[in-house]
C-alpha cells in the first residue's frame, strides 16, 4: 500500500519530464512561414525588392536553426523558434507589399516617360512640318525622320515590355528612347535655325 | 519482507544507476555548433545580398550545397538517442561552408567591380566605332534601312549603359552584344562596297598624276574633286593651294551613267564656261565638259549591253558653282561649294583649267585605317 504512491509519484514525475522534453516542432508555423515566402517570391520581390527579399530568406534560414537547435535540446521549447517564425510572416507580408509598390512606382515612371517620349516625337514631327521644303533640306530632314521613327519603335518596344510586366528592360528602353528624343529634337532645331539664317543671307 | 525490501533495493539501485546515466550523459551532453552555423548562414545571406550567385557562382553553390548538409547532418544527430549524438561533422561542414561564402563574397566584389570595368570598356569600344562608322561613311549615301540599324545600334548602347547604372551586368552585357553584332555587320557591309567602289583608284591615281603633272608643267591651275573626301584641291604649278569642302549629287558613289541618276561623273574633263550673276541660279559657276568623248562611248557602249536603257539620256551641264554649304548632298550630279569658296574658284580658274573627279585621293586602306 505504502508503495503505490511512491511509483505513482515517479511515473508522474517522468512523464512531466518527458512532456517537458517533447515540445512539438512548430510545423504550422513553418507551412505558413514558407507560403507567405511563395507568394513573394510570386510577387517577384528577387527582382524588384531583392535585398529585402534576401533579408527575409535569412530571417528564415535563421528560424530553422532556431528549430533545430531546440531539436537538441533534451528540454525543448519551441516558442522563440514560433515567434520568430510568426516574424517571418510578418516581415514577408510587408516585403510583397514593397515590392507591389516598388512594381507600381516603377510602372508610373515608366508610363510617364512614355508619355513625355511621344511628345517629344510629336513635337520633332511638328518641328519636321515647319523646316524648309527645299531638296537640301528635306534631305537632312530624311535622316532625322529616320532616327524619330526608329524611336518610336522603342516607345511601342518599351509599351510592350510594360504590357509584359518586364518593368526594368521598359524602364532602361524608355530612358534610352527619350535621351535620343530630346537630342533629335536639339538637332532638329539647330538644322531649321540653319536654314532660316541661310534663306535670310539669300 | 525480506523479499520486498530486497525488491526496494533493487529498484532504487536501478533507479541511481540510471540517474547517474542520465547525468553522466547530460554532462557529457555535447552542443551543436549554434554560433558557427549562425556565421555561416550570416556569410551566405551577406553573399547572396552581393549577388554572388552571379558574380562567384562556383563558391557561393558550393557554400550553400555544403550549409544545406551541415543542416541536414544536423537533423541526423538530433533524431539519434541524446547521449550518443556527435555534432562534430556539422561543425567541420558549416565551417567550411562559412569559409566559402566569405571566399564568394570576396571574389562577388573582385569580379563585380572586373565585370563593370569590362562592360564600360566594351562599351566604350562600340561607342568609338559607332563614331567611325559615322565618321567614315559621313558623306556615304547609307541606305534607309541601314540608317534604322545604326540609330537601334546607339539606342541599344544607351540601353547597355542605362542597365549598368542599375547593376544589371547581364541585360547591359546582352545589349552591348545586341549593339556590337549590329555594327560589326553595317561595318562589313559597307567596307566591302566600299572595296567594290576602289577597285578603280588605280585608275584615279593615274588621272591624279597626270593633272597635278599637268598643272606643274604648264604652269597653270589645276582642280582635283576626291568625291569621298567631298574635298575640292586647287594646285597652282603642281602645288596644293586650297583645299575646300564640296557638295554632291545624292548618289555620288559612281560614275555617272545617264541623266537624272544624281550621280557626279568621274573622270578628266576641263572648264568650258564661266557663269555669274543672271548666267546661273546658283551664284557662280564653273561648267565642265561632260560628257566627254569617253563618257559618251562608256554611254553608247552600256546602251548597246543593256546596261542602261535605250530610253535613257546621257547628263550634261555638270558644273562647279556656289549656294553649298548645307551639310547634305543635295545637288543632282554638279559640285556644289560655299559662295565664299566659289569665290576663291571662280577668280583663279579660267576656261581650259583642267577638273579631275575621283573616287578618292587616298587609298582605301588608309581610309580604314584613319
Known sequence: ?202 | MGIKIRKKLVFFVLLLIGAILFLAGYLGYEAPPFENINKAREQISIAESLKAQEYAPAPYAEALMIYDSAMREWKRQNNRFFVSRNYSLVKTLVEKSEMLACSAIDQTAINKKAGKDNLEVKIRNIKKRIGQFEQTYKHYPVSKNDLKKLIKARLFLEEAVMALKNNRHGSSGRLIRQSDSLIVLLNKQYTNLLKEYFKLFTFWSGHVKETIKYSEKNETYAIIIDKFAHNCYLYENGRLVETLSVELGQNWPGDKKIAGDKTTPEGAYKIIGRKSGEATKYYKALLINYPNEQDIALFKKNQKNGTISKKAKIGSLIEIHGHGGKGVDWTDGCIALTDTDMDVLYRKCMVGTPVTIVGSIKPLEEILKN
Open chain 1, 1 to 202: 500500500m505504502k508503495r503505490k504512491p511512491f511509483i505513482g509519484l515517479t511515473f508522474a514525475l517522468t512523464a512531466a519530464l518527458f512532456l517537458t522534453g517533447c515540445d512539438k516542432v512548430p510545423q504550422v508555423e513553418i507551412d505558413a512561414a514558407n507560403a507567405a515566402i511563395d507568394e513573394v517570391k510570386m510577387a517577384e520581390a528577387e527582382v524588384y525588392a531583392y535585398d529585402s527579399f534576401v533579408m527575409l530568406n535569412d530571417s528564415m534560414s535563421k528560424a530553422m536553426i532556431l528549430i533545430e537547435n531546440e531539436k537538441s535540446e533534451f528540454f525543448k521549447n519551441f516558442d522563440q523558434a514560433k515567434e520568430h517564425l510568426l516574424g517571418v510572416v510578418q516581415f514577408a507580408q510587408e516585403v510583397k507589399q514593397k515590392t507591389g509598390e516598388n512594381k507600381e512606382r516603377l510602372k508610373m515612371e515608366i508610363q510617364t516617360a512614355i508619355g513625355e517620349t511621344t511628345s517629344l516625337i510629336e513635337s520633332c514631327n511638328q518641328l519636321m512640318t515647319e523646316a524648309p521644303k527645299g531638296k537640301e533640306g528635306t534631305m537632312a530632314l530624311t535622316a532625322i525622320k529616320n532616327e524619330i521613327m526608329a524611336v518610336d519603335v522603342s516607345v511601342n518596344e518599351a509599351n510592350a515590355l510594360l504590357m509584359g510586366g518586364q518593368l526594368l528592360p521598359a524602364k532602361e528602353k524608355i530612358s534610352a528612347a527619350m535621351e535620343k528624343a530630346n537630342s533629335i529634337k536639339a538637332e532638329l532645331t539647330d538644322v531649321i535655325t540653319k536654314y532660316q539664317s541661310k534663306s535670310k543671307r539669300k
